[in-house]
């Protein structure tokens, strides 16, 4: 990825002033901006997914965290023909300030962005076009805000940093997710995989595998919340249970983060494989997503496991080849998942 994540620790987000984000903002000038009425804008952003780790890195045990660009969210930047900035999106089209609440989030990247950089109150037109799937963990809502606030840097001619990028973004997601780790921001505006622990800086690393990650949507909305409370509450119950399925867990990503070292396909399925067990076994799985991952199984998978939060969303297998790919994302497909996608794990 060209991003680096220049915060020590990523926890709880902690409200950010606006002078705060300015005084990040190296070698931007101060003065008032505005742009052309002929210029377009443009901002790119892609989805992540988690390959390891879900729910222990709650309880500061390390995930690993992958860039997903098969699907992707672009967004235009372009003088308004109203007299107040408007919006266009899949769930709106209208003024900003009457969009719904759903979308204040994105109302709070705009609005950060063009105070930081101190940009001229002009009407602007935003369009976001995004094939991302809602609420399947791919982290659409953050990969939709770092597209805005690219989109808006460029046509404003700015030249915004990671850094810059990533305060505002996370800003915004915490009135998305109450709270943010910032990790989805980090993979969906850079393009390096990373082993990430809360307390910890991410490390990206190299990812050079001879095999191809099949990804598929189960069609049921994630439910993080949900899962993370129940994951809670049976810790409250069950502390010594949940205590050990947790550090089996963090211990199979570190595994994993070896055995792609080492580039251990064999090795990196099977763990994939035991993280679902352990994963079920704290309550976050289902009867779809487990019949979608059984089909995986049959059908020639290395491993397969749910990704994200659970309790719906989607579902990863790892695949030796690309013909084997395209073999388990069909058996996956005809075992209830909605859409598949593939891609090659270098």
């Not at 915060?7 to 002033?17: H, W």
């Not at 009425?37 to 045990?61: Q, W």
Request: charged share 15%; hydrophobic share 40%; aromatic share 6%.
């Amino acid at each position: 990825m060209g991003s680096s994540y220049q915060n020590n620790k990523l926890g709880k987000l902690r409200d950010i002033s606006i002078e705060q984000i300015n005084q990040a903002q190296a070698g931007i000038a101060s003065d008032a901006r505005s742009a052309s009425s002929s210029k377009i804008g443009n901002g790119y952003a892609h989805a992540k997914i988690i390959l390891m780790g879900e729910h222990a890195v709650v309880y500061d045990y390390p995930a690993i965290a992958l860039p997903f660009s098969a699907v992707q969210v672009h967004v235009q930047v372009k003088a308004s023909q109203h007299s107040t900035s408007h919006i266009d999106c899949q769930y709106y089209a209208g003024p900003i300030d009457e969009a719904p609440s759903m979308l204040a989030n994105l109302n709070r990247a705009i609005s950060l962005t063009l105070d930081s950089f101190k940009i001229l109150s002009q009407p602007i037109q935003i369009t976001i076009n995004s094939n991302i799937p809602q609420e399947r963990g791919m982290g659409s809502s953050a990969a939709v805000s770092v597209a805005i606030v690219r989109a808006i840097c460029d046509y404003y001619d700015i030249d915004i940093s990671d850094k810059q990028l990533q305060l505002i973004v996370n800003q915004a997601e915490v009135i998305a997710h109450e709270s943010t780790s910032g990790l989805d921001t980090l993979m969906t505006s850079s393009n390096n995989p990373v082993i990430y622990r809360k307390s910890q800086t991410p490390r990206p690393f190299e990812l050079a595998l001879d095999a191809y990650l099949v990804v598929a949507d189960s069609g049921q909305a994630g439910q993080t919340k949900l899962a993370v409370s129940h994951v809670g509450q049976l810790k409250d119950r069950k502390p010594e249970l949940v205590k050990e399925l947790m550090s089996a867990i963090g211990n199979f990503v570190q595994q994993a983060y070896d055995a792609i070292s080492e580039k251990d396909v064999q090795k990196l399925g099977r763990l994939m494989t035991y993280n679902h067990y352990y994963l079920n076994q704290l309550g976050i799985s289902n009867p779809t997503l487990d019949h979608i991952i059984n089909a995986a199984w049959l059908g020639g998978a290395l491993g397969a496991k749910l990704t994200g939060g659970g309790l719906g969303g989607c579902v990863i297998a790892l695949a030796s080849d690309e013909n084997s790919a395209i073999e388990i994302a069909q058996v996956m497909q005809d075992a209830g998942a909605i859409n598949s996608w593939y891609f090659r794990l270098s």
